[in-house]
């Protein structure tokens, strides 16, 4: 995908007019890189998330679950070595004390919000940890820290998991959740914000077997970006250098993707060792080793840990979803711009769409008990509002697989006729097959 930033405001418009992704506080004029996801969007997030926890958590044998607290006892950020490593270079513009990413900037230019040349600071590292304070007083004995990662949590409570679960090594322990970065400038709509949202499991293996684990795991990455519709052509693997990687890694690959704004990471897949849970092993005091049943063998195990951002797999599985078309309009061949969001079926905030052809009872009558049944088992939009073109364009703008139209033929032949998004066919169901003939397209 090359850069195409008329994409980009395409897909931002897109989401505010269709009700995926709004400005957060926008009656108040916003807040800067904040966004709140709107009703179809919502949808769209919940069914990437669940689909993510249905094929990495519940239908393996390997892998559990858990939900842990945002805010952590202090001691585990200090620990893991977060309040000391967990920063960015910053520099300052010496005119306007804007702040930028040293990594992200050309500092002999001129800077890029003041436009003035008058120079850089020399980088300082900059914490990223979002400080806050526990109860009535704001001094050092009551600060806290909102977590900028889920893996502590994983590590934390690694024995208790594996006690309680009775898994053997391998095994994994997933999460999803907020997570939170004082990052210096995010920016490109919901690529990078302060406040975002992460899925990502902890892998735990025997010191020998990590290589193999880890191989394992990024095929496994790459078959799920497959699910989500996203072009292999589109994707980078990048093998991240010694000096760059992040302190507790000793093998990371960031999984990139051609952005319209340039090539950026999207997942990332890190060979932790045993850094973090020796680190808290060490602070805590707490045994967590691991003593394997079969060899009497006791060692501290190491992690594969693959992360999987919602926020920007949401934004990539609509960059991948946009498509227009010229869609004819009449006999005459006249045609329009169609603008089609193609989401992988189970994907879809919306799976049906009813649409009866007029409000006039005869059909309402027909299409609201059958909207409420097709609700039962699909995600349902009900629209009686405009000409049927129209609505059939706004279907194929927020990405509905299936529009049911219910006709004046309907109440004499009990038939409906179900429009493909994607093929523009039409065919002619009756109202006892729907459900059937739906749940072979959609494939569930």
Known sequence: MPHNPELMDKIVNLARRRGFVFPGSDIYGGLANSWDYGPLGTELKRNIMDAWW??????????????????????????????????????????????????????????GHCGQKDGFTEPKNFNLMFKTFLGATEDATATAYLRGELAQAMFVDFKLVQETSRKRIPFGIAQQGKCFRNEITPGNFIFRTREFNLMEFEYFVHPSEWEKHFEYWLEEMKSWLDFCGVKRENLVFHEIEDGERAHYSKRTVDIEYHYPFGQKELYGIAYRTDYDVRKHLEASGSDLSYLDPMTNEKYVPHVVEPTFGIDRTTLVVMLEAYDEEDAPTSEDGETEKRVVMRFPKALAPYKVAVLPLSKKPVLSEIAEPLAARLRKRYATDYDETQSI????????????????????????????????????????????????????????
């Open 389 to 444: 073109g129209r609505r059939y364009r706004r279907q194929d703008e927020i990405g509905t697989p299936f529009c049911v139209t219910v006709d004046f033929d309907t109440p004499n032949d009990h038939k409906v006729t179900v429009r493909d998004r994607d093929a523009m066919t039409q065919d002619r169901v009756t109202l006892d097959e729907l459900e059937t003939y739906l749940g072979e397209k959609l494939g569930f």
């Open 54 to 111: 249905k094929r990495f958590v519940t239908s393996r044998g390997d892998m559990v679950g858990i939900d842990a607290a945002i805010i952590m006892n202090p001691k585990v950020w200090e620990a893991s070595g977060h309040l000391a490593e967990f920063t960015d270079p910053l520099v300052e513009c010496k005119k306007c004390h804007t702040r930028f990413r040293a990594d992200q900037i050309d500092t002999v230019k001129a800077c």
